[in-house]
């Protein structure tokens, strides 16, 4: 495999041998995942030693935005930033973190897809280095499908999912649902849908509030069309990694990263899962879409610029160490590059023996890019109301739903709402 650092940025860092230390600050899974590139790095920077802290999701963001506020005071020298909120960082706080083309992070460009830089990059700028992607997929029990009789290249859209879910209530008496849904707590199958159709909360510019658009209808009628057959179970994230626990939950859409989630939280279910992809809105329509991904960032205020840089690029632009986090800790990579490993043609025991993140990853290119913006938090806070309202109201007009939660959104937000 190969190992792309410039001779220019070595020779830069090989300055700083003497015994230093970066601090990284990440949560959950990313711990491991991350400590796991610094034996490399410290090959090529003997002497500096790296401490990875998991702080937990929210308290990594509140942190964050506490040390932006604070003018960069207590900031580790590299920070995980979830790509849905970066934009909140670089427009509240844009001094906060580095240009990373200073330390010659353009070079990084080429090397991931488009759609990942879209929030990552403040106009010129390059914030953050792409770390893992969420393309989405359909994970399903093997067993619970075959007992219902339900073939898995029979479901090509929506339309066949719910027919399948269907058939497992027929077969299990409606004990087990063909999957999950955050209702009242998340509206992330509404964003998966609405990705899927080319639409989001926002324009990609970021300046009009477009989930009023058609694509978000479409995503709207359709997950009422779901919930209505009653195919999918209602819970949160604990009730629905419950439901698995329990083989409650035949399927389960989410981003690629929740294979890993599963392996840890279901590990006596080795070997009876699958993944196949997700069903289009329509015949012949697009099958992807993202939940989530994150980033790496360097704060303006590390005295260890180059340092965090070389860390940054050895864990993320390496293809060995992200094969190995994709292997050992079920994050999806978004390195290009590795569409062409061989590893990817290997089967994955937990998942039946299917080399799962072939079609996985094969699928980065035809994400639709969207923009999180600096708003993202709000606008999401109005679609949980309006997801939950719109699926537990009357069949009525998706779009006069949207159109009232576009009105919503750009009160809060100043932005205008789209025509």
Known sequence: MQRIFGTTLIALVLAMASAQTLTVWVWDINKPALESTISSFQEMHPGVEVVVEDLGNQNTYDRGLAGCA????????????????????????????LDLRTVGGEELLPLFPDFKWTELTDGERIMAVPYDSGPTAIFYRRDLYEQAGIDVDDIE???????????MNAATDGAVKMGTVAKGADDEWFRML???????????????VTVAQPGCVQALETLKRLYDADVLAVGGWVEQIQLIQNSAAASALFGSWYGG???AEAPDQSGLWGVYLTPALEPGGIRASNLGGSALAIPASTQNPELAYAFVVNALADEENQLNILENFGLTPSLLSLLDAPELDEPVEYFGGQAVWVDILGTLGDVPAVAGTAFFQEAREVMIGVVNSYLDGPSGSAEAALQAAAQQISRATGLPVAD
């Open 261 to 263: 989630v599963i392996q």
């Open 157 to 167: 859209t929506w339309d066949d999912f719910i027919a399948a879910g269907q058939a």
């Open 70 to 97: 604070a003018g960069g005071f207590g900031m580790p020298d590299v920070y995980l930033v979830e790509n849905n909120e970066a934009e909140v960082f670089w427009t509240q706080f844009p001094d906060c973190f």
């Open 194 to 208: 609405a990705n899927q159709a080319g639409c989001f909360y926002f324009d990609e510019d970021a300046t009009q």
